[in-house]
């Protein structure tokens, strides 16, 4: 990178921080912080919602994100981005599935538009259970990865990380952001919070 480019995007950042200067409360220590509300159709126990929550919890904090989960509607005690993941039972997946023609092997989908992450918890449970995973540990990653959605600047996957198009169930490798779209996503962050979807 050149001399001016840097200066370039010192500047970039400095406007950014600037002009979120007075959201600073939305960082919990300093960190932008993202309210996911969830939307259990599904059922999912609580307690394996939670270890759920936990890990894509773990993939957030490594890229220096404060997640705060609540239930659908309750209000959260911190401000920053609101955002909704719906976990959808089994009809109401294969609805959506078939509606918008959505490919085999895709465990959810993101609405950019609406800040949704929707979760296809029983092709969670299929995938699991075909390469001996735990269903609370991939409901974290799909979690995390469709999150990883809404909060970054472009609408795409990776070729690396937990961005990547598919969830490779069969390695052991960690599935984190790339230090590129964590930065990214804390400024997207940073600029977008107290707007509640």
């Given at each position: ?75 959260a005690?911190?401000?920053g ?44 449970t ?8 735990d ?10 990865h ?52």
């Amino acid at each position: 990178m050149t001399n001016w480019a840097r200066v370039l995007m010192s500047g970039l950042t400095f406007t950014i921080t600037l002009c979120t200067a007075g959201r600073a409360l939305a960082a919990q220590d300093g960190e932008p912080t993202i309210i996911l509300h969830v939307v259990n159709h599904a059922g999912i126990a609580p307690e394996d919602l939670a270890r759920a929550e936990d890990e894509a919890t773990r993939i957030y904090a490594a890229a220096g994100v404060h997640t705060v989960w609540a239930a659908e509607n309750e209000a959260a005690a911190v401000p920053g981005l609101h955002l909704r993941v719906i976990l959808l039972r089994r009809d109401m997946a294969r609805h959506m599935i078939r509606t918008a023609r959505v490919a085999n092997g895709v465990l959810g989908q993101a609405a950019r538009p609406t800040g949704r992450a929707y979760i296809f918890t029983h092709r969670i449970t299929e995938m699991g259970t075909q390469y001996g995973r735990d269903f609370v540990w991939v409901l974290g990653q799909v979690m995390a990865h469709e999150v990883g959605h809404l909060v970054l600047p472009i609408y795409a996957h990776s070729d690396r990380g937990i961005m990547r198009a598919g969830l490779i169930l069969r390695s052991n490798t960690d599935r984190l952001f790339t230090t590129e779209q964590g930065a990214a996503i804390r400024s997207m962050v940073m600029a977008s919070s107290d707007v509640t979807r």
